[in-house]
């Protein structure tokens, strides 16, 4: 029930490093020191169900939405209104969110492996059991993974690589291909995961090419200076 939550979230934010230890944690890759250590201290000084209010809302995403924090933590809007209060996060219509990405990096590579693995599978859970608009298979992807949740990866990963390609985003689509066909037995599900990187692959060869423009179609410069167009009629074509 809600109280177990509030007590399990409580808990994982005992696990939180005081402003005396932070300067003695590594800082992430690409998050300065003095950054992390600032966000460390004042997340240290955060009461124990604000902590994990906190920590729900790095794991979360760039976007915590109220009510995914609410389902994570059980927590009261005090808690929420705590952080505010820090100038860590702030809030975005319906949603939170630090107030820089380099803030939630810091917070994120101070958590242990455990307690994100955990607050992962609780941030899938609540996604899969809604109705929400953000319930985008790239966000179940990622949380999946996160979670070491192989079965969702595998089922997620493909949709999500469907739906990148379908937007251009190739890149994205390859890497959701990469993680799916690196969770997946060498068997027919692989084969078909191939078949349909294959046809991503080659649809986007082929938009690419209906782009670019017929050589005979480009405009050439004439001697004068000024633009023209290739006519084949004159060259007796």
């Known amino acids: 029930g809600g109280s177990a939550s509030a007590s399990r979230a409580c808990s994982w934010a005992g696990r939180?490093?005081?402003?005396?230890?932070?300067k003695s944690l590594k800082a992430a890759p690409g998050v300065p020191t003095t950054v992390q250590d600032a966000v460390l201290a004042r997340a240290g000084r955060?009461?124990?169900?604000?902590?994990?209010?906190?920590?729900?809302?790095?794991?979360?995403?760039?976007?915590?939405?109220?009510?995914?924090?609410?389902?994570?933590?059980?927590?009261?809007?005090?808690?929420?209104?705590?952080?505010?209060?820090?100038?860590?996060l702030r809030a975005e219509g319906a949603a939170y969110a630090f107030r820089h990405e380099l803030a939630r990096q810091a917070v994120l590579q101070a958590m242990a492996p455990t307690r994100s693995l955990g607050l992962h599978r609780?941030?899938?859970?609540a996604l899969l059991a809604s109705n929400e608009a953000s319930r985008s298979a790239a966000r179940l992807v990622l949380h999946a993974e996160g979670a070491g949740d192989v079965a969702a990866l595998r089922h997620w990963a493909p949709i999500a690589a469907r739906e990148a390609a379908m937007h251009g985003a190739h890149r994205q689509a390859a890497a959701h291909w990469a993680r799916a066909l690196a969770h997946c037995e060498p068997s027919a599900e692989r084969a078909a995961l191939l078949d349909q990187l294959l046809h991503d692959l080659l649809g986007r060869n082929q938009r690419r090419a209906e782009a670019r423009p017929h050589p005979l179609e480009r405009p050439i410069t004439r001697r004068d200076g000024r633009q023209g167009s290739f006519d084949p009629s004159r060259t007796g074509c």
């Open 16 to 22: 939180w490093p005081r402003p005396a230890t932070a």
């Open 46 to 88: 955060l009461s124990p169900s604000a902590r994990a209010v906190l920590d729900a809302a790095a794991v979360a995403g760039p976007r915590a939405e109220a009510w995914l924090l609410r389902e994570m933590t059980a927590a009261e809007s005090g808690s929420i209104d705590e952080c505010l209060a820090t100038g860590v």
């Open 122 to 125: 609780m941030v899938l859970q």
